[in-house]
């Protein structure tokens, strides 16, 4: 969409569009591009697919291609099953309380898939997949059931009703150690495939690195956009803004080539630095099985028990596969997160209570994780959430009753929702989080092909979603998002119809990765 507010206006009164920008096709998929914004600014130009020159010009549209499992290097694997929770003493029974029989079955498999066989497995705490290497599978959600007839709060009573969020009944925790490889040098934009060390460094082609900057004003700015002012609990709340990790394609001495483009500018000032990347859990999953909640009411916003099914935090290359929740508080919540996969799950609720849970999906700091094939046959409090510096993540194929695309503040940037049926258009933009974190997202959030029934929300904007001025979504970009009209209506919100583009933008990228 054109960067300036008149480029796209009714040219009558009939309500003719008159379109300026010009829209080509490049590889059978559409490519747009955008007039330029008054002469003193860059050119502006949104670009559907990947190509050589995409990252050019400050490109409007990220290229999300590398979320998911090893950044979308193959499909999910399937682990060969090496120990049966059975032989451990698990009854499967629905009665006997199995927490301690599952918890020595997991921390005795070093490498492989502990086996669930069907049956109702009653959980009385959390039980931890303790390292790398380890999947908990069972024979099929309708088959191998996880009840949970306690919540975290009654099974650990925390005084903070907000700290049993933090927690689920299956956990993965890891760490990244700290490991320091070199401090950046020289200053670098975003879409440049290249940073200068200040002295030469052992890292090798090949290798995965830690981009990491500080709590710096000017970069959280930069983050958001450029156009809105910060939340002051921002800067109270975290030491870094960019964590980012990326694999190294070739070294010369002190410069790294990356083998993709920078997500934003890199600055001497901001105290940039590279990291060694050495999670310390990783290649861990959670498949074909389902989680029983007793369905007792729903607490109330921010008062919930902690009926919580999957909380997997700082691991990298995880899945979620085959899983289904009923009637949860929080169901599968990726904080800090790398390269993670959620696929093919479903959240149900008996709860009569409306909304029956407080998130479906979570992704708080992660970074490039794909959430694919999910269905939300319920309605949530935030169905679906994107917080705290979360970037490069993908929502797709996905579909609920109202579904909300949750931004819950602390600038989540560059995040994909692609191919959707939200239901109800009606929670479309509703979003939480406390005023003093800032706007609702950072920039270049991204929606292509949401489909909906019912008539949307008000488009939003920085400054005045809500009417509250910390509100906005800057330099968001809507594609083929049934309800808005191909309009520029505020410089910081471009619209476009694109009836020729691909329906998920993300396929469509990673195809032309693959060069296929």
């Given at each position: 969409m054109l960067a300036n507010s008149r480029s796209l206006v009714p040219d009558n009164d009939a309500g003719r569009v008159t379109m300026v920008a010009r829209r080509l096709c490049l590889s059978g998929l559409v490519v747009l591009a955008a007039a330029c914004r008054p002469a003193m600014a860059a050119p502006v130009v949104l670009v559907a697919v990947h190509a050589d020159d995409t990252w050019q010009?400050?490109?409007?549209?990220?290229?999300?291609?590398?979320?998911?499992?090893?950044?979308?290097?193959?499909?999910?694997?399937?682990?060969?099953?090496?120990?049966?929770?059975?032989?451990?003493?698990?009854?499967?029974?629905?009665?006997?309380?199995?927490?301690?029989?599952?918890?020595?079955?997991?921390?005795?498999?070093?490498?492989?898939?502990?086996?669930?066989?069907?049956?109702?497995?009653?959980?009385?705490?959390?039980?931890?997949?303790?390292?790398?290497?380890?999947?908990?599978?069972?024979?099929?959600?309708?088959?191998?059931?996880?009840?949970?007839?306690r919540s975290l709060s009654e099974?650990?009573?925390?005084?903070?009703?907000?700290?049993?969020?933090?927690?689920?009944?299956?956990?993965?925790?890891?760490?990244?150690?700290?490991?320091?490889?070199?401090?950046?040098?020289?200053?670098?934009?975003?879409?440049?495939?290249?940073?200068?060390?200040?002295?030469?460094?052992?890292?090798?082609?090949?290798?995965?690195?830690?981009?990491?900057?500080?709590?710096?004003?000017?970069?959280?700015?930069?983050?958001?956009?450029?156009?809105?002012?910060?939340?002051?609990?921002t800067a109270k709340d975290y030491d870094y803004y960019v964590d980012w990790v990326v694999p190294i394609a070739k070294v010369e001495g002190a410069t790294l080539t990356l083998t993709r483009p920078l997500r934003v500018d890199v600055r001497p000032e901001w105290k940039p630095e590279v990291l060694a990347f050495q999670p310390t859990i990783e290649e861990v999953g959670i498949e074909d099985l389902s989680f029983e909640f007793p369905g007792v009411p729903k607490k109330e916003h921010l008062e919930e028990d902690g009926f919580n099914a999957i909380y997997i935090r700082t691991v990298t290359n995880a899945w979620v596969r085959n899983v289904t929740v009923t009637d949860a508080d929080n169901g599968i919540e990726l904080e800090d997160c790398r390269s993670c996969q959620v696929d093919t799950v479903q959240f149900r609720a008996a709860r009569r209570t409306v909304p029956s849970g407080h998130h479906a999906l979570w992704a708080k700091e992660s970074q490039d994780c794909l959430f694919v094939d999910f269905r939300i046959e319920t309605r949530y409090e935030h169905d679906v959430t994107v917080e705290a510096f979360a970037n490069g993540n993908v929502f797709m194929r996905g579909s609920g009753q109202a579904m909300s695309l949750d931004h819950h503040r602390n600038a989540p940037y560059e995040n994909l929702f692609t191919d959707l049926d939200v239901g109800s258009p009606a929670n479309l933009w509703k979003s939480g989080g406390d005023r003093d974190r800032g706007p609702h997202a950072g920039a270049r959030e991204t929606l292509w092909n949401v489909r909906h029934r019912g008539h949307p929300m008000p488009l939003p904007g920085a400054g005045d979603f809500?009417?509250?001025?910390?509100?906005?979504?800057?330099?968001?970009?809507?594609?083929?998002?049934?309800?808005?009209?191909?309009?520029?209506?505020?410089?910081?919100?471009?619209?476009?119809?694109?009836?020729?583009?691909?329906?998920?933008?993300?396929?469509?990228?990673?195809?032309?990765?693959?060069?296929?």
């Open positions: 010009g400050n490109p409007r549209l990220p290229d999300f291609s590398f979320a998911g499992y090893h950044m979308s290097g193959g499909p999910l694997p399937r682990v060969p099953a090496v120990t049966d929770a059975k032989t451990f003493g698990a009854k499967g029974d629905g009665v006997t309380d199995d927490t301690q029989a599952l918890q020595r079955a997991l921390d005795a498999t070093n490498r492989g898939a502990l086996v669930l066989p069907a049956g109702r497995y009653v959980l009385g705490d959390t039980i931890r997949l303790p390292r790398s290497h380890i999947v908990l599978r069972g024979d099929g959600p309708d088959k191998t059931i996880l009840i949970v007839p099974v650990h009573p925390l005084g903070d009703p907000l700290a049993s969020r933090f927690h689920g009944f299956v956990e993965v925790r890891g760490s990244l150690p700290e490991s320091k490889l070199g401090d950046v040098a020289a200053a670098a934009q975003r879409g440049d495939l290249q940073l200068r060390l200040g002295a030469p460094t052992n890292v090798k082609a090949g290798e995965l690195v830690r981009i990491r900057m500080g709590n710096a004003d000017g970069l959280l700015r930069t983050i958001l956009g450029g156009g809105l002012e910060p939340g002051p609990q809500d009417k509250r001025v910390d509100a906005g979504w800057p330099l968001l970009n809507l594609v083929q998002v049934e309800g808005y009209a191909p309009t520029s209506q505020r410089d910081n919100v471009w619209v476009y119809a694109a009836p020729d583009g691909p329906p998920n933008l993300y396929e469509a990228q990673l195809k032309k990765r693959r060069g296929l």
